[in-house]
């Protein structure tokens, strides 16, 4: 057809990645329970089915069951590596960057957790590890699959059976099998011990998000919706009007935050994450958080930073008069989705602040008239 533009690699890759994108939205908030049924399935139901018969429905619900947890895995891990592109835009050295960045912290959030674990009770000893072993053992059973998946592909190029290594997968799948099961007996240990302190646990316990909007009456008394974090009298006069003790303990702790000039945004995303870590220990924070798309365009939405399903972080760094101009749109469209659950909150890092609020001030103002909560805050460098 005349006209229409032909496709690109690059637009392939986001459109296979998009794919796995709207999978993973569905999914959020539900994997841990999507993990432990699988297991369940994978471990203690299909091994079951195998040794009471041989039958082929039994073979064929094996199979299509390992394929199924495999897809959830994969759907995961490329759902998390498209979300290290920039917009779309396949700039491999900011993607490894990104991914380099994002892998530190999470061997960061593995170090707190595990030097936690020591100091946690008995309950809560068994309950994780329960959780950690049962998980350790889908991953290990989609890297299971994988082999399979990779090998059959090696074995057609060669026209040769590589037989060598098919002891390698037997015990891997045994290995996997082995952790999941160790891991469900655990957790069924947990639950007959105390079943409500399991359904607490795998329940969300988020704060009431509404109870934190009534603050923001206050706070436009001030008309200061473009906020400096070096000036103490402004930030003073927030944290005096604030009533809301999740805002109150996210103001006082970004005050404190104090990251280096980094080029990448992941990398003040990972930074400004593992420091609310630290200073909101109560709190659930969340990288990444998906948001639905209450438009007709179909937008794949991500927040860099969500904390208690309540404050979402918007991170711009040194930011020019285009950037605050793009700024505008994207935060507009989380305006419209937030609505009603809670402030929206533009940290713009090492940025010029007479800049930032000739941008933004007249803008945030508007929002704030149609009830939307926005506020700016500035780091700036």
């Known amino acids: 057809m005349r006209g229409r533009k032909k496709k690109s690699l690059i637009d392939y890759l986001n459109i296979f990645f998009e794919f796995f994108d709207s999978i993973d939205r569905k999914l959020y908030g539900n994997r841990l329970n999507i993990s432990i049924y ?3 399935i994978l471990a203690v139901i299909l091994p079951s089915l195998s040794f009471i018969s041989n039958s082929e429905f039994i073979t064929l619900f094996n199979k299509y069951a390992t394929y199924l947890g495999s897809f959830f895995v994969c759907t995961v891990i490329l759902a998390w590596l498209g979300s290290m592109r920039d917009d ?17 912290i999470y061997y960061y959030i593995f170090l707190e957790k595990f030097s936690e674990f020591n100091d946690k009770d ?9 959780i950690w072993l049962t998980l350790f053992g889908v991953c290990i059973r989609g890297l ?7 090998r059959g592909i090696i074995e057609k190029i060669l026209s040769n059976k590589l037989t060598n290594f098919y002891s390698v997968d037997i015990y891997i799948s045994y290995f996997g099998f082995g952790c999941i099961t160790f891991g469900l007996i655990i957790l069924i240990i947990a639950f007959r011990k ?21 603050v923001w009456d206050q706070l436009k ?3 200061e919706f473009v906020v400096s974090l070096s000036d103490e009298i402004k930030m003073g006069t927030i944290l005096s009007k604030c009533n809301s003790p999740l805002l109150y303990d996210f103001i006082k702790s970004i005050k404190t935050w104090n990251p280096n000039s980094k080029y990448y945004e992941c990398s003040y995303q990972d930074r400004l994450f593992k420091h609310l870590l630290k200073n909101l220990p109560s709190s659930e924070i969340a990288l990444e958080y998906p948001l639905k798309d209450i438009s007709n365009n179909n ?12 404050i979402l972080i918007e991170i711009k760094h040194h ?28 940290l713009l890092c090492h940025a010029d602040f007479e800049l930032t609020k000739r941008s933004l001030e007249q803008f945030i103002s508007d929002q704030n008239k149609l009830n939307k909560v926005i506020f700016a805050l500035v780091l700036e460098g």
Not at 88 to 104: A, H, L, T, V
């Open 221 to 223: 008394i001030t008309n």
């Open 38 to 40: 699988l297991s369940m």
């Open 144 to 150: 299971y699959i994988v082999i399979i998946f990779i």
């Open 299 to 310: 937008q794949k939405l991500r927040a860099d930073l969500v904390i208690d399903d309540t």
């Open 122 to 130: 008995r309950e809560d000893k068994i309950y994780y590890s329960g």
């Open 194 to 214: 105390n079943p409500q302190y399991f359904k607490n646990k795998l329940s969300a316990s988020h704060r009431n998000p509404h109870s934190e909007v009534q």
């Open 88 to 104: 779309g835009d396949w700039n491999w050295e900011i993607i490894i960057k990104n991914i380099y960045s994002r892998i530190k």
């Open 319 to 346: 930011p020019n008069s285009a950037t605050l101009q793009k700024a505008k749109g994207q935060v507009e469209d989380y305006l419209n989705i937030w609505k009603g659950r809670g402030p929206v909150i533009l």
